[in-house]
Every structure is written in C-alpha cells, then in structure tokens.
C-alpha cells in the first residue's frame, strides 16, 4: 500500500515543469465601470495572475464555465463590483456571490439546474468558474482602499461551502459532514476532475436514509489543494463550526480525496507532518517537507504525532461494490531513536516522529490529520477519519474533449459509492475496527 501510494501521487502530479503562460489569463478581465464609476490608478497594470489563474490561458479551461451554463458568472461580476461604494459593501457582495456560486454548482450537480453540455457530476466548473472570476476580482480597482487577499479569502469560503451551509438541525435527522477538494496536478493534465469534489457538491443539503433506516442529513465542502489555504486555517473554518456544540452540530465527520486507482481506502492513521516534496500543490508551492525531513505545517496546534479513525471501519468497508474498500493501516514514520524513515504496514510505534499517514504526505493526509485534531478538542466521542476514491480515469485520449462516456460512467460509479460508504457508517458491525 505504501509503494501503491507514492505511485499514485507521482502520477497525479508528474509535467509539473512544463509552466504555461502568466499574462493571458488577465487579458480583457478589467471590470468596465461605467464613466464616473469611482476607480483609482485606472492606468495601473493589473498583478500578475498566479499559476492557477495562469491555466486559464488555455482555451479548454476557460470553456468549463460556459459549457456547463455558469459563465453568467463571470460575465455579470465585473459590473457587480462596479457598483460597490466601499470595504463593508465589497464583503457583503463577494459573500452573497460566492455562496450563489457554490449553490448553483451542487443545483447543478444534483439535477436542478439545467444548463451546457458538461455531465450534471462534473466538478470542474465549479473551480474554473470560481478562478475565472478570482481573475476579475484581481483586476479591479476601485476608488477606496480594499484589501483584496481578504476579499478572495471571503470570496474562496463562500464560494466553497464553508459559509451559509448550517444543518438545518431536524430533531431525530443524524447529520454527517463532509470535505472533498478541487481538481490537482492539472500541468500534467489540465482536465483532471477530482471526484471527491463531485461527491461533495452531489450529497451537499441531501437528506438520505442510512443503513439501519435512519434519516440524515449531508453538509459538504470543497477545500482548495494549496498548502497557503491549510496554513490559514481553511480545514478549521470548515469543520470548526460543525464541531461546536448543539442541535445543529455534526454526529460524523469525514474528509475525502481522490487516493489510489481501483479501489477505496478507509485511513486508519493520519500523520501530522508534511513529506510530498518534490510534488506541488496547485499555485505550485512546496511544503518544505520530504520523506527524509517531514515538516510540521506552520501554526498547526499541538496534538500526537499520529492520530487514529474513529469511523465504524468494519461497516463501511463492508461495502465491496463496484469497487472494493480497504482499511489502510499503513504509515511512515521515524521510529524514536532513529533518523531513517520506516514504512510499517501495522500502525506506527510509540514515540516515532511522523512522515505519512495512511494518505501520505501531502493535503488529503493534512486534511484528516487537521479535522480530527480539531474533532478530539471539541467532540472526542464523535466518529471521524478519512475516505480515499479511486483514481478517475476514462478521459479521452483527443486532448480538445473535455469528457467523454468512459469517464462520465467512472466518475458516477465512484462517486455513487461514496454515498453509499456513508450509508453503511449506521449498518451492523458499526464500531469501529480494531478497538
């Protein structure tokens, strides 16, 4: 499992030298304010886009909006920040646009807003929409002073889920959050979906019945892959307020990404250290950690070395098609008294510094290993832990097609068994394995 999972990562990020351009993507994206507008330093170029925005350039990222009928989006948002008068009015505009955006994206996910000719599934728009329209947020200049890394930043949350997105708290209705996150290594192939970000945008505000009939209710979020993000607390944002005490708290939380091909993985340990150096995020940043020197993310609060599910494993991987699901036991560590790492099929061993979990080390390890520290300080009793898809492949091999019917028939298998793992947290055999 551990040599299947490092296969799986460089796979995922391999070309990420081949660098496209960084000034097409801001080309005709400043917000033509009518005259008399308030503007300041018109003349001034604006910055340069950073390597996400960058992708745009291409034509085929630049297509998802309009092919999946969100480019409205984009088209109409330069105008609504034209007529925002001040610092409050630009917040409340980019929450309200931000939470419209993600609304309309799990509508369409979930078969209540028709539109383009991309499948209902696809979580694609979704990322391009929300980087096309971080472009003209960056290319606007207004008359007052802004600061705008704090303006994406709203804009990122709203856009994501992590706003406006409460339980609505029905007495006897288990509520179960969730996390999946946008597409990655997209310099290798830029239409890359992830369909942990497919799942989350299909279950999010669903009401379904478990295994052992009870109703719940699914919140669900999609995280960015940049290590920036994860160091300014977007996992605690996300799963903070679910975890707080209350009739509208959450009774199961799990995180999930897109791990191995063929198969799921319930991780039995998550580690806290980063280790996926040479593999960069999606801005193509580095953690500062390698295999050989694991690094703590700076500002992570304290917590063990390794932390341990506390999902009903035994259920959950009870559920064995299409694709079979695995508890993962593995990890890398340094054991204690020793500077090589180790790889231990059977757990890690007391005192031993963390290299990986049983996702590895880079943002999905990270997201598990944040989200259950946070849930061991706030809610130690509730289940939580991480769930790794299969790798999603079928894309056609003409590189102009977007999609195409192998890989629309993988992305709904796998992301129909994610529904149906969490359904089967409430089934016979519901405690937790190996406790």
């Known amino acids: 499992m551990t040599l299947l999972r490092r296969t799986a990562l460089a796979a995922a990020l391999l070309g990420i030298t081949a660098l496209l351009p960084v000034t097409a993507a801001h080309a005709d994206t400043a917000p033509a304010c009518p005259a008399g507008t308030p503007a300041r330093s018109r003349a001034q170029a604006p910055a340069a886009p950073d390597p996400e925005q960058a992708r745009l350039s291409d034509p085929r990222a630049a297509a998802f909006p309009e092919r999946a009928g969100l480019d409205g989006f984009v088209r109409r948002f330069p105008a609504a920040l034209c007529g925002v008068r001040d610092e409050a009015g630009a917040r409340r505009l980019l929450d309200t646009w931000g939470e419209a955006l993600y609304q309309a994206a799990v509508n369409r996910a979930q078969g209540r807003r028709p539109g383009g000719d991309l499948p209902d599934r696809d979580d694609r728009p979704l990322y391009w929409t929300r980087l096309a329209m971080t472009v003209r947020l960056d290319a606007w200049r207004p008359g007052f002073t802004v600061d705008k890394a704090a303006l994406r930043s709203r804009f990122e949350d709203a856009s994501r889920g992590l706003t406006d997105n409460a339980f609505r708290g029905t007495p006897g209705v288990r509520r179960i959050f969730v996390s999946g996150f946008d597409p990655f290594g997209l310099d290798a192939e830029l239409r890359r979906a992830n369909p942990s970000g497919s799942a989350a945008l299909q279950l999010n505000g669903r009401r379904v019945t478990l295994a052992d009939g009870t109703p719940a209710e699914i919140r669900a979020v999609v995280l960015p892959v940049r290590y920036a993000d994860f160091d300014a607390g977007i996992v605690e944002r996300a799963y903070g307020p679910r975890l707080a005490a209350g009739p509208r708290s959450a009774d199961m939380i799990t995180s999930i990404s897109q791990g191995y091909p063929g198969l799921f993985t319930l991780e039995d340990w998550a580690g806290r250290n980063r280790s996926a150096d040479p593999y960069p995020d999606n801005v193509r940043a580095l953690s500062g950690g390698t295999r050989e020197h694991p690094a703590t993310a700076p500002g992570l609060g304290p917590g063990a070395e390794f932390l341990r599910t506390s999902l009903p494993t035994d259920a959950m991987t009870a559920v064995q098609a299409p694709f079979p699901v695995r508890l993962n036991t593995t990890v890398t560590e340094i054991p204690a ?65 977007l999609t195409g019917p192998e890989f629309e028939r993988n992305e709904a298998a796998i992301t129909s068994q994610v529904l149906e793992v969490l359904r089967a947290s409430s089934g016979p055999g519901g405690t937790t394995a190996g406790r």
């Open 337 to 401: 008294g020793q500077t090589a790492p180790v790889d231990r099929e059977d757990g890690p061993t007391p005192g031993s510094r963390a290299v990986a979990g049983g996702g590895g080390g880079y943002l999905s390890n990270e997201v598990a290993y944040r989200s259950n520290r946070l849930r061991l300080e706030l809610r130690p009793g509730l289940p939580g832990g991480h769930l790794h898809t299969p790798v999603l492949t079928g894309l056609p091999a003409e590189a102009d097609r």
